[in-house]
């Protein structure tokens, strides 16, 4: 992700602290309907698992909230966002990292990526491709992601768009074993890409 982006979501965070607007999310309802949407195409129970772009380390508190225990660990560019999620969820404090997925070696059974493919930026589709490409490298079971639709009423212009059967094409490129879910709301949608073995 651009510097631009990481200088954005420092600033986000400074002006609203431990909110989703410091994630640009609009609610926090909104956020767990999109944590609801990967708990429910994957099961995660017990699994070691990767969240890129973790913002604050809600994922995982969400997740013990519906008794569902994973080994954590939360990257993220942004200074600011790291340094609030590990002051106030305790729980997290010894599992957030700043640090871009390009820089990690460790392996995990499921990498997350929530939210982190909403905002256009100068190259999305590049910058999609390759942070799935390396996140596909980086699991031992599988990827879950989520993006906005281009099915949608209206569009918003600092938003970016994807047609499911765009992603779905490239996904196919690096497994055969891809699932699409597309029924908890009707502007955005979670893939799956499991490994092939």
Known sequence: MTNDMKIMYDILAK?????????????????????KAIMESVDLNNKTILDVGCGFGDLVLFLNRQSIFVNYTGIDISDEIVK??????????DKLYVMNINDVVDKYDYVIISGMFNLKIDDNWSFIKSTLKKAFELCKEGVVFNLISTYVDYKEKHLFYVDPCDIF??????TKWVNIKYDYNDYEYTISMFKED
């Open 169 to 174: 094409k490239y996904c196919k490129t690096l």
């Open 84 to 93: 609030i999620g590990k002051k106030e969820n305790p729980e997290v404090t």
């Open 15 to 35: 002006k609203y602290g431990y909110d989703v607007k410091s994630l640009h999310l609009p609610t926090k309802e909104r956020q767990e309907l999109s944590f």
